[in-house]
């Protein structure tokens, strides 16, 4: 009885439990000072999965799926600056406050806290995020901005006036109600 008590219990919650989710979503990043070749690219692989019941959201991506203009600017990012090799993905844990399905009826702002790991390393990044609802997909976006020594990041004295002291991180994510 106990047991059959326990199985109905789990399968409440994920009966009403409902998440979105996404692989395709887009993270870019801009490093860019200018007179300089830009310093930006983008990543269009993000996995993304958003609780509605509580607004906890968490992402993953590789770093090496981030495409540059320039292929040089791409192995010297992964080889430098980000050591993809021993570092590969980037993870965000967070919660989006306030977070309530129902009352997105046009663009709604939210504030979302939590943790963004890269190179192995924590960050506590807070930001305002815009979600829009259109039919059974979520729209969030957001922009926020990261230092390079937060991460160990070493940028070499012969490019540090090329690259920004703060990256600018912009994500757009489309999530799919998973089934």
Excluded: W
Aim: hydrophobic share 40%.
């Amino acid at each position: 009885m106990k047991s059959l008590f326990i199985i109905l219990l789990f399968l409440s919650q994920s009966i009403f439990c409902q998440k979105y989710f996404t692989r395709t979503g887009s993270t870019e990043f801009k490093a860019s000072v200018d007179t300089f070749e830009p310093v930006e690219a983008k990543n269009n692989s993000t996995t993304v999965i958003l609780n509605t019941q509580n607004g906890e959201i968490a992402s993953l991506l590789l770093i090496n799926a981030f495409r540059f203009r320039l292929a040089l600017m791409q192995e010297h990012f992964n080889e430098n600056y980000m050591d993809s090799d021993e570092f590969p993905k980037a993870t965000f844990t967070g919660k989006i406050h306030n977070f309530n399905i129902n009352e997105i009826v046009s663009e709604k702002d939210y504030k979302i806290t939590g943790i963004l790991n890269v190179r192995g390393i924590n960050k506590e990044i807070v930001t305002l995020s815009k979600v829009i609802k259109t039919g059974n997909n979520i729209f969030l976006k957001s922009t926020f901005s990261v230092k390079p020594q937060d991460f160990n990041i070493k940028i070499p004295s012969i490019v540090r006036n090329k690259i920004a002291e703060s990256v600018i991180i912009t994500i757009n994510y489309e999530l799919s109600e998973k089934k």
